[in-house]
């Protein structure tokens, strides 16, 4: 199964986080998912360059969006970042995690 196919079989499940994809082989390496707006504003980070690019094209191409959840359900899911939480709309200067999910458009 390609990565592609393992991340498509994922969001089936629908409303999935960065934690639930870490175990799909070749996800993991040493770059962030960050908002198009504000590059300093972090969905994730550990990811490979591969992850990245699939990513972002399936994003494009509409097959799920980003949308924001609370830290908790990173703590369910068992992994979360260790920078400090995006709390409201404003241009960070310095990198800000904000926990979302992605969910099937």
């Known amino acids: 199964m390609t990565m592609r196919e393992a991340i498509r079989e994922k969001l089936r499940k629908n409303h999935v986080s960065f934690a639930d994809l870490r175990d799909i082989d070749g996800f993991q390496g040493e770059f962030v998912i960050a908002s198009s707006i504000n590059h300093n504003v972090i ?22 969006e980003y949308q924001p959840t609370t830290p908790l359900t990173y703590l369910i899911d068992g992994a979360m970042l260790s920078l400090p939480q995006v709390k409201s709309k404003r241009n960070y200067k310095t990198p800000h995690w904000l926990p979302v999910v992605l969910v099937t458009a």
């Open 43 to 64: 969905f994730w980070s550990g990811i490979s360059a591969e992850a990245s690019d699939i990513l972002n094209e399936m994003c494009q191409a509409g097959e799920f």
